[in-house]
């Protein structure tokens, strides 16, 4: 009874995952004014696997409400937030978005944290005709509903976000372009569609594919797939990544002692308050990844976030998460449209965001009929120990630098 | 063929490392039939009490394990008593499923709280070294980590057949009414089994957090492949446990290698599975007799 219990158990638990539930409920304390406060509704991950995202989504939300309230508000009337955790849980973040509409009677919904809650939580929104302008939900998830009431606050839908260094690579004159390449890629839906996506451009400008793959998300062990690899001794590694797997791929890189001449991660390598501790700052130096926001960036009202973020939260600039930054986004959207058409009405604003460009500091925002972005990431690049934007040109604080040098270089 | 040889080098510095989690997941079944389904998660909090000792202390963290190892048996003898000990009863192997898995979930909910649920390594200045000897890559913090899973694994049978408490364990194991009869404290023996067997999981903790990222919930993933090469092994068998946990290495990075790495983590089960069909007991277990 004890081996059938325990075989059942060791084949089942591969999916194993519980979330511990706690609600907690936090508010911009609005200024005392006459006018009724605008009332915003966010569900947010302030517990479970998206905990720390979900924070830094949370700083970025009340960062903004305090700015906009400070002067005095949106269209004269002060905002006020009733965020409510979701604890990672798509189904509760549904929930909370329901109730917000429903019993709160808000005048506003803004996105939760990740693809896997805002699709959700996008549909509630549309069945009530309320605007979905959300931060984070960047996944095919997301667009697949075809929902119009979605607005994402960053520069480009997240499986296109590798499209920059494709497109940095074809820029490049022929002979320095890399002649072979491979593509190890997470099975995920916001990872290996990006690997996908740069092999598709990549293939057709006639970079041979000496090595492709997906990994499981339980993979721990890098070392395998790095030998194999090595052994097709590729000029380009391409690495459709999530962070744990992108710090594990480097380390086993550099273990095997093998050095491409380009590497690109989708993730890991952007994270510049993680990376280089997860992988020994001195092995970080060449290495790509995609953007979609930077804190040098010249974007509207960029420098004014970065310095009101660090003022409000301390650390520095570089340590600021883009996170905080995409849910600041959505707070500019809201201010600028309010601004533009003078109502917040949700159909008027739905009808008003899928028209012009929206600044904000993401960047210039516009978007198409089901909420993607038209932009394109930044094309980033560790280059002397510190995280640069190298592309596109216009926005670059650096030019991109390659080969990559040896690992410890 | 390079391929193959690295693989299985790869895999058997790996098995090396879940042998020693593994054993002590064994070891507990065998004296008190308690599946310890937090022993993932004590692996983790052995790799974040490893880590903090690195980050702040400057231990490193093969010599953290002399500090680990003993606080985790504390530990274990602590969760025996207040949580393992009073389940009694024909549900009590059961019942000890639900424990340990509130316990797992408690410890990766305590270390959510305190180091937040990004990844984390434990990085010392040899992390990334390796050596090439004919041609293969032999990383140094995955051959430390074997040597000393291997140490460690010696010293626990060395334990086992040649103290007084060994001798008590193994007439525990096999038949705890005899052994009770003949003045085995059977209490003490499970307490303190209890506590050696985290205390293993505390040791290979250490050295996981050098060698893999981990964050609070890495232990799911480890929990299942431990559950897999107990039972492959034969349930409360430590040498069974080894050989398994070393084959399944090799498994799992040859089919990386020469497969796809997609099938890597799933062939855990179907190798599972496979020999669950062909020899229900395990590879050194026994087969139950049944009236």
Redesign the interface.
């Known amino acids: 009874m004890?081996?059938n219990?325990?075989?059942r158990?060791?084949?089942l638990?591969?999916a194993?995952?519980?979330a511990?539930a706690a609600a907690t409920a936090g508010s911009a304390a609005p200024r005392h004014v006459s006018a009724a406060p605008i009332k915003i509704g966010i569900s947010l991950s302030l517990s479970g696997?998206?905990?720390?995202p979900g924070k830094f989504a949370q700083q970025g939300y009340k960062l903004w409400a305090k700015t906009v309230n400070a002067k005095g508000g949106v269209l004269g009337r002060q905002v006020q937030l009733i965020i409510q955790d979701d604890a990672s849980s798509p189904t509760q973040a549904a929930t909370n978005y329901q109730n917000f509409i429903t019993k709160n009677k808000v005048d506003l919904v803004f996105g939760p944290f990740s693809t896997l809650l805002s699709a959700p939580s996008a549909a509630v929104a549309h069945r009530y005709g309320y605007a979905f302008i959300e931060p984070a939900g960047g996944g095919p998830a997301v667009f697949d509903e075809k929902l119009n009431n979605v607005f994402f606050t960053q520069p480009a839908p997240v499986i296109e976000s590798g499209d920059v260094f494709a497109n940095w690579i074809l820029s490049l004159p022929k002979s320095q372009r890399p002649k072979t390449a491979a593509y190890?890629a997470l099975?995920d839906p916001f990872s290996s569609p990006i690997a996908d996506r740069i092999r598709g451009i990549l293939e057709k400008a006639g970079v041979k594919t000496v090595y492709k793959?997906?990994?499981?998300s339980?993979?721990?062990?890098m070392?395998?797939?790095v030998?194999?690899i090595a052994?097709a001794k590729p000029d380009a590694i391409i690495g459709g990544t999530q962070?744990?797997d992108g710090?594990?791929l480097v380390?086993a890189l550099?273990?095997?002692?093998y050095s491409p001449k380009f590497l690109f991660l989708a993730n890991g390598p952007n994270s510049p308050g993680?990376f280089p501790?997860?992988?020994?700052a001195k092995?970080v130096n060449g290495i790509f990844s995609a953007s979609d926001w930077f804190p040098q960036a010249r974007n509207p009202g960029n420098p004014a976030f970065v310095k009101a973020y660090v003022k409000a939260y301390g650390g520095t600039a570089a340590a600021i998460d883009p996170g905080a930054a995409e849910a600041f986004a959505v707070g500019q959207v809201v201010e600028a449209v309010a601004k533009k058409i003078g109502s917040i009405d949700n159909t008027k604003v739905i009808a008003a965001l899928h028209k012009g460009t929206w600044p904000t500091v993401e960047g210039v925002l516009s978007w198409n009929a089901i909420g993607q972005p038209q932009g394109q990431d930044l094309l980033v690049e560790w280059i002397g120990g510190k995280l640069y934007p190298v592309a596109p040109a216009k926005v670059a604080l650096k030019k991109p630098f390659f080969p990559k040098p040896g690992?410890?270089k | 063929m390079?391929?193959v040889v690295?693989?299985v080098i790869?895999?058997v510095l790996?098995g090396g490392i879940y042998a020693l989690m593994a054993s002590g997941l064994t070891l507990v079944f065998g004296i008190m039939?308690v599946?310890n389904?937090a022993q993932g998660a004590l692996v983790i909090l052995a790799a974040y009490l490893s880590y903090a000792l690195f980050s702040h202390l400057h231990i490193d963290p093969f010599l953290s394990i002399l500090i680990v190892t003993p606080a985790m048996f504390v530990l274990g003898v602590a969760v025996q008593l207040i949580f393992v000990r009073s389940l009694r009863g024909p549900d009590a192997?059961?019942l000890s499923?639900l424990v340990t898995w509130a316990l797992a979930?408690g410890i990766e909910?305590v270390l959510?709280v305190i180091f937040?649920?990004?990844?984390?390594?434990t990085?010392p200045s040899y992390?990334?070294?390796?050596w090439?000897i004919f041609g293969y890559?032999v990383?140094e913090v995955r051959l430390f980590a074997f040597v000393a899973s291997a140490v460690l694994l010696f010293l626990l049978s060395l334990l086992l057949t040649r103290s007084r408490f060994g001798r008590s364990v193994r007439a525990t194991v096999q038949n705890p009414t005899a052994a009770t009869l003949l003045g085995v404290d059977a209490n003490r023996v499970q307490t303190l089994s209890f506590g050696l067997g985290v205390s293993m999981a505390a040791a290979a903790g250490a050295v996981y957090g050098v060698?893999?990222?981990f964050?609070p919930?890495?232990h799911?993933?480890l929990?299942?492949r431990l559950?897999?090469i107990?039972?492959l092994g034969g349930?409360g068998s430590i040498g069974g446990a080894v050989v398994a946990a070393l084959t399944m290495g090799v498994v799992?990075?040859?089919v990386?290698?020469e497969i796809?790495?997609?099938w890597?983590?799933?062939s855990f089960?179907i190798v599972?599975?496979v020999f669950?069909l062909v020899r229900?007991?395990g590879i050194f277990g026994l087969r139950?007799r049944t009236l």
Do not use: C
Not at chain 1, 254 to 257: C, E, F, G, T
């Open positions: 004890i081996r219990t325990l075989a158990l060791a084949v638990m591969g194993g995952g519980l511990a696997d998206f905990s720390d190890p099975d793959s997906i990994y499981a339980e993979t721990t062990d070392t395998p797939i030998s194999k052994a962070a744990g710090y594990a380390k550099v273990q095997a002692k993680e501790s997860k992988v020994g092995n690992w410890g | 390079h391929e690295q693989a790869l895999g790996v039939k599946i389904v192997s059961d499923l979930l909910g959510s937040k649920t990004t990844f984390r390594v990085s992390a990334d070294n390796s090439t890559q990383s060698i893999y990222p964050n919930g890495s799911y993933d929990i299942s559950l897999s107990v039972v349930l799992e990075s040859l990386a290698v796809a790495p997609v890597s983590s799933f089960f599972l599975i669950l229900p007991q139950e």
